[in-house]
Every structure is written in structure tokens, then in C-alpha cells.
């Protein structure tokens, strides 16, 4: 009687124990990001490019699915840190879904002018940016996938 009475008592114990299932590891990221700049000394009103690129270590297509239009996303930091571009780090996406694909053993590049101001529009719509240091950095925050390139400190002169 003493055994059943334990054995109902711990009952509850063992209702509640599971084993999560092995999940795999990685060793490498299936999808890095990498940024090349035409320089790291930009000049105010001048346009110079920043080139993300997405390359697919898979030996399948990966597609990266996002729940707004904004994919690549480029960040730039004064240096305390705070985002400066887009302005306030608040980019203007579409709340629709889209996909990047990135082909098999392949990359995907997309490309940023920047003139200095605070955003990556024509330079006439943005507001200069004072000279200075400057970090840029870049990411994919997508619904099934996230990674991000390091930053590169950049300066910013006067024209």
C-alpha cells in the first residue's frame, strides 16, 4: 500500500519531465554578410558606396523570408552610439512579406549611396550629418534568419 501511495504521490514528478529534441549546430553561419566600402573617409554631398553582401555557404538556394520590404538593412553610428541612419535607426518599411533568395553557393549584393546625410535618399532630401567618426555596420532580421556584418568606422569630412 505505502508503494502505491509513493508512486501516485511522485506521479506528477514525472508528468512534467520531457526531453527537448536535439536541435543541430552549425559550426558556420549557412548565410553571412559582408560590407565593402568605396572609403572609409567620406566627404559631405559626395556620393559614395557601401556594398552588403549575402553569401549562401549552402550547397542548396536559401530563402530568407521578412515580414516588410526593408531586407538588407545598413545602420549608421555617431560615436556614442547612437543610430544616425536611418534617422533615430527608424527605417520606413512596407508590412508586406518578401524573400531574398540567396543561390546555392552564391551571394546577393545590395548597394547603399551615402552623401553624408541621414538617410540613404537622394542627397537633397536628407539632412547633413556634422563631420566626424562615424561606425556602419549592416544585418538581415529576418523571420527565419538573422545575422549581421561588423561595423567599420568610417569619418566623415566637410566638403
Known sequence: MTRRWLSLAMAPLFWGCSQDPTIPKIADQPVTLTMAL????FRQGKPDTISVTATNLLTYDATIQFGSDCQILVTIRNASGAAVVPPNGRRTCIPITSNLVVPAGG?????????????????????????????????????????????????????
Do not use: C, H
Not at 38 to 41: A, K, R, V
Not at 140 to 151: D, E, G, K, W
Open 107 to 159: 551571394s546577393v549584393t545590395q548597394r547603399f549611396v551615402w552623401t553624408g546625410g541621414d538617410n540613404f535618399v537622394p542627397p537633397a532630401a536628407t539632412t547633413p550629418l556634422p563631420p566626424g567618426t562615424y561606425f556602419v555596420s549592416a544585418a538581415i532580421n529576418a523571420l527565419n534568419y538573422s545575422t549581421v556584418a561588423p561595423a567599420v568606422k568610417v569619418e566623415l569630412v566637410a566638403p
Open 38 to 41: 568605396s572609403t572609409t573617409t
